[in-house]
T-cell receptor, first 114, second 113 residues
Framework: QQQVKQSPQSLIVQKGGISIINCAYE??????FPWYQQFPGKGPALLIAIRPDVSEKKEGRFTISFNKSAKQFSLHIMDSQPGDSATYFCAASNRGGGADGLTFGKGTHLIIQP | NAGVTQTPKFRVLKTGQSMTLLCAQDMNHEYMYWYRQDPGMGLRLIHYSVGEGTTAKGEVPDGYNVSRLKKQNFLLGLESAAPSQTSVYFC????????????FGPGTRLTVT
């Protein structure tokens, strides 16, 4: 059972455009939603994260939008740059108990064309 | 401060062979994790540890064993490797599993023939 569904699988955006990646979750006990960025040959690294008590969080060009009622959250990359080309993973975890660790989406391969 | 390190970086095994992957962290984190990454599958949790001497099963534990004898080290063992265990393995650590950032190592690419 996939608890975090991520789309699209791949995305091509022109330099300067907006990249949007979406995720949906099923487990209402999830209460921490990070996005990880992974470059080829490297481990994932935390990009930005949100908790369900806010609907939006912005850090520089990166914004998470969170819709608790729809159980969806998305990553927006404004003014996308070639250096943003990477694989992005959404994830979720539950502070209240159950399995530890993060539940990841399947990833989105983002290419920013110059 | 090296963060999270993994050894080896690459390994090729024959079916039935055994090996141990080593993860080390120098951030004094309590929590450590082993994930596997397969194309189109994201990262899936194999085992995790909430402190020295403790381990627990994750989503895909079958065929793997782990040990956490020292706080800074987390070992992943494959007793009898199978081609289905061909994957990239990532170790991670965190100060707290309660919604805290996980720091990932660079990964180990394992091929089982």
């Amino acid at each position: 059972q996939q608890q975090v569904k991520q789309s699209p699988q791949s995305l091509i955006v022109q330099k300067g455009g907006i990249s949007i990646i979406n995720c949906a979750y099923e487990n209402t006990a999830f209460d921490y939603f990070p996005w990880y960025q992974q470059f080829p040959g490297k481990g994932p690294a935390l990009l930005i994260a949100i908790r369900p008590d806010v609907s939006e969080k912005k850090e520089g060009r990166f914004t998470i939008s969170f819709n608790k009622s729809a159980k969806q959250f998305s990553l927006h990359i404004m003014d996308s740059q070639p250096g943003d080309s990477a694989t992005y993973f959404c994830a979720a975890s539950n502070r209240g108990g159950g399995a530890d660790g993060l539940t990841f989406g399947k990833g989105t391969h983002l290419i920013i064309q110059p | 401060n090296a963060g999270v390190t993994q050894t080896p970086k690459f390994r090729v095994l024959k079916t039935g062979q055994s090996m141990t992957l080593l993860c080390a962290q120098d951030m004094n984190h309590e929590y450590m994790y082993w994930y596997r990454q397969d194309p189109g599958m994201g990262l899936r949790l194999i085992h995790y540890s909430v402190g020295e001497g403790t381990t627990a099963k994750g989503e895909v534990p079958d065929g793997y064993n782990v040990s956490r004898l020292k706080k800074q080290n987390f070992l992943l063992g494959l007793e009898s490797a199978a081609p289905s265990q061909t994957s990239v393995y990532f170790c991670a650590s965190s100060y707290s599993y309660r919604g805290g950032e996980q720091y990932f190592g660079p990964g180990t690419r394992l091929t089982v023939t």
